[in-house]
């Protein structure tokens, strides 16, 4: 079974009705790619830019964040690479930016909340994301967005910071923004966003549908991607894209658990994104998905 999940590695990957599923997968560092051919996925479906953010450093510029993301956006020779905006908080903690004393961080100012409360730090990424997107196939993807004025507020900040590199004749590029659906009431209300992609973070909305957190083992039990509650979430929001015809894939650890595999597909979901090493093994989940 080895043998034929590295065979299936290199090759774009079908169900039997002759539907392309695509395989992208998710790095959290340039090591993650490093020795890894681009001919295994279909792009990267999830960049988090959290490395760039180290503990103990000061804020990376804007030079550093582009010469980063041109860097990984050029391993992918041609291939769509989506980067998440800084995920920090919860699980995430960066220095200098998130607030050590919440009491509940998980619960608190996180993600793009914080983002949009830090609007200096997060123009610097969104600067050098849309200069690198002139050269590459690049998408940025929000994360932790909970409510539809989030979303408008950062595409917003992107319009403005767009204008911004044009009135200084700095070549940029607006590329598709989307939002990752993490919290459940993304999921339930994924049709009032004017998101251009989801994408599913089952790690998250896992946690935050089932009460129980990503990191606590007495209660990994509950911390179940396949209960039909967040099933049903993930549902919804497949059912969202097809409304507003906006692409749906998903890049939680969901994606790469091969007893749930079939369960996505049958969901209808057509875009997977998992850890490099879990590539191979997932093709071969779908092709035997295709077979029964
Ligand atoms: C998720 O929450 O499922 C996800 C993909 O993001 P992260 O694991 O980085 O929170
Ligand atoms: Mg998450």
Same mark, same amino acid.
């Given at each position: 079974a080895n043998a034929h999940a590295e065979e299936l590695e290199a090759k774009p990957a079908f169900l039997s009705d002759g539907t392309r599923i695509e395989v992208m997968i998710n @790095?959290? !560092?340039?090591?993650?790619?490093?020795?890894? !051919? &681009?001919?295994?996925?279909?792009? @990267? $479906?999830?960049?988090? =830019?959290?490395f760039l953010f180290e503990p103990g450093h000061p804020l990376p510029n804007e030079e550093s964040q582009y010469a980063a993301y041109m860097a990984i956006a050029a391993w992918a020779s041609g291939r769509p690479v989506t980067f998440r905006t800084l995920d920090a $908080?919860?699980?995430?903690?960066?220095l200098g930016l998130t607030d050590a004393s919440? !009491?509940?961080?998980?619960?608190?100012?996180?993600?793009?909340r914080l983002?949009? +409360? %830090?609007?200096?730090?997060?123009?610097?990424?969104?600067?050098?994301? =849309?200069?690198?997107a002139v050269h590459h196939d690049i998408r940025i993807m929000l994360p932790m967005v909970t409510v539809p004025s989030e979303f408008a507020e950062a595409s917003a900040l992107l319009d403005a910071v767009v204008a911004g590199l044009v009135r200084e004749g700095?070549?940029? %590029?607006? /590329? /598709?923004? $989307?939002?990752?659906?993490?919290? &459940?009431?993304? +999921?339930?209300?994924?049709?009032r966003f004017a998101a251009d992609f989801y994408s599913i973070g089952s790690n998250d909305l896992t946690q935050y549908t089932m009460a129980a957190a990503r990191d606590i083992s007495t209660v990994a039990a509950l911390h179940d991607a396949s209960n039909p509650a967040v099933l049903e979430l993930m549902g919804r929001t497949v059912g969202a894209g097809r409304v507003r015809k906006v692409p749906v894939s998903i890049c939680g650890d969901a994606a790469a658990d091969m007893r749930l595999v079939p369960q996505l597909l049958g969901l209808g979901l057509t875009s997977l994104s998992v850890p490099?090493?879990?590539v191979g093994r997932v093709k071969a989940a779908i092709e035997s998905f295709a077979n029964v």
């Open positions: @790095i959290a !560092s340039p090591a993650d790619i490093k020795g890894c !051919s &681009p001919e295994i996925c279909d792009g @990267i $479906g999830l960049v988090r =830019t959290e $908080g919860g699980d995430k903690p960066v919440e !009491s509940n961080p998980f619960l608190g100012l996180r993600g793009l983002s949009l +409360a %830090r609007p200096e730090a997060f123009r610097v990424q969104l600067r050098a994301l =849309t200069r690198a700095t070549a940029c %590029r607006r /590329p /598709p923004l $989307g939002m990752m659906v993490e919290v &459940p009431a993304a +999921a339930l209300g994924a049709l490099p090493a879990f």
